[in-house]
């Protein structure tokens, strides 16, 4: 029975987080291509808290993991055409199997 009001209670609750969610994508004209920033100048980004480890071996919150990704580099990345790329890696393949 505590159940029904509770949700019913939550439901305005969604919407309302849902039409402040969404964004035209006029909003987002001002923002420059990763391309266009000039070497030296500085990046801003904001997260919805402070990452909780800085080692990619033991993020577990993807807070931590969005820091770690930008501190430590990986074998491999997706371009922007989400093909994989070597970052680190000069070379490799795939065995057999996967």
Not at 8 to 22: D, E, G, N, V
Not at 61 to 68: A, E, G, Q
């Amino acid at each position: 029975m505590t159940r029904k009001p509770l949700a019913l209670a939550l439901i305005p609750l969604l919407a309302l987080a849902s039409a402040c969610s969404r964004r035209s994508q006029a909003d987002y004209d001002h923002v420059p291509d990763a391309a266009v920033v000039a070497d030296g100048d500085a990046k801003v980004d904001a997260e919805g808290g402070d990452a909780s480890v800085l080692n990619p071996l033991l993020d577990s919150d993807s807070v931590s993991s969005d820091v770690d990704g930008m501190i430590f580099n990986g074998l491999v990345r997706y371009n922007p055409k989400l093909q994989l790329e070597g970052e680190l890696a000069k070379d490799w393949k795939v065995e057999q199997g996967g």
